[in-house]
């Protein structure tokens, strides 16, 4: 009888582990632990897998701004004046990110590069539809690009702690988008990994980050202004 009931405990103590797992695979989409995981979002939008796009042409649609894309260098500031908006962001290490934009990193850490721009603040009119391009080029690290209203500074596991678990996303959600980790460029191959989402703001201050640990501790985040 000890023996059966140490077994019955075995078999529960299984099924809520495999349980909680399901339960987060149906939240997060593997977030995390699959590089092409199906991704959430605060709109509902429907979103794409992870696909791969030629280094190169990555960075061509970078420095191809929309004729509604306004890029402000001497505020580092970029002004859309489209309700329908392409956004094209590439994540990086800062040394990569200087050499292709010929600007000075705000961190000496991982960055965002939109448009040319480092970590620039985006100022989106209220309502506008923005379909986001996330590239990886990184060579090293994995990189997402998500929106939340949680404002600086982060700590280093914000998926884990630091107030957006507690009172965060589990309880009626700081993040408004969430997407997975995109595994870094293969520069011997050409190829880069990038994904897609659609989201929508309202009026407001958002900021977008890497949700890496460590990432957005070490100023991987930007200011997005909708006005």
Known sequence: MKMLLIGIIVVLALGASIGGYALMNHMFGNYGLSPYSQSYNGNGYPTTYGTLIPVQQAITLMKSPPSYVHVFTNNNSIVFTSQEINLVVLTMGHKRAENLTGRPSPTDGNVFVIYGLINPTLIIPQGATIHVTVINLDAGDYHNFVITT????????????GG??????????????????????????????????????????????CTYPGHAEGGMYGEIIVA
């Open 150 to 161: 949680e404002a600086p500074p982060y700590s280093y596991n914000l998926m884990m702690g």
């Open 164 to 209: 957006m678990m507690q009172g965060g996303m589990m309880n009626g959600g700081r993040f408004i988008t969430m997407m997975p980790l995109l595994p870094p460029a293969n520069y011997q191959t050409g190829y880069a990994h990038e994904f897609q989402y659609t989201f929508t703001l309202h009026q407001g201050e958002f900021w977008y980050i």
